[in-house]
Structure formats: structure tokens, C-alpha cells
């Protein structure tokens, strides 16, 4: 994952200004990133982003099911 590298390059002793320029992300980013992610291995983060990932599949399902039902009432009430 490119934010734990990051943070493990800062730890090797590099520059967080040299780092961020080379990733495209402001300070800000970083230390936020710091915060949120600093003592994480990379299985902990994909544990964290996949309840995110199974929302978003389960909110595709529901999108689904209720267009295929207001289908099925508008064609029922046109039939009675």
C-alpha cells in the first residue's frame, strides 16, 4: 500500500517535505495519514476499507431491487 510505504520511508529517516513532493500530497496529507494509519500493517487497512467496499456493493443491490419494485407496481396499477 503506498501509504504505508510512505510512512515506513519517513521512519528510514527521509525528509516529509522530499516525500510529499514526490507523491503529489500536501503535509497535511501526510500527517493525517500519520494519525490514521501509523501503527497499522497492511492487513489491519484492508480490513478497515472492506466494510466500506461491501456497503457500497450492498447499497448497488438495494438500488436495484427497488427500481425492479416500483417497475412492478407502476405496471400492476396500469393493469387494474
Request: net charge positive; glycine share 8%.
Amino acid at each position: 500500500m503506498q501509504i504505508l510505504e510512505m510512512l515506513k520511508e519517513i521512519k528510514v529517516g527521509r525528509i516529509v517535505k522530499g516525500i510529499c513532493r514526490e507523491h503529489g500530497i500536501s503535509d497535511a496529507t501526510y500527517y493525517n495519514w500519520k494519525l490514521k494509519y501509523g501503527d497499522m500493517e497492511a492487513s489491519n487497512i484492508r480490513r478497515l476499507k472492506g466494510p466500506g467496499e461491501e456497503n457500497h456493493k450492498l447499497r448497488q443491490m438495494f438500488v436495484a431491487l427497488s427500481l425492479e419494485t416500483s417497475t412492478f407496481n407502476y405496471v400492476i396499477g396500469k393493469k387494474l
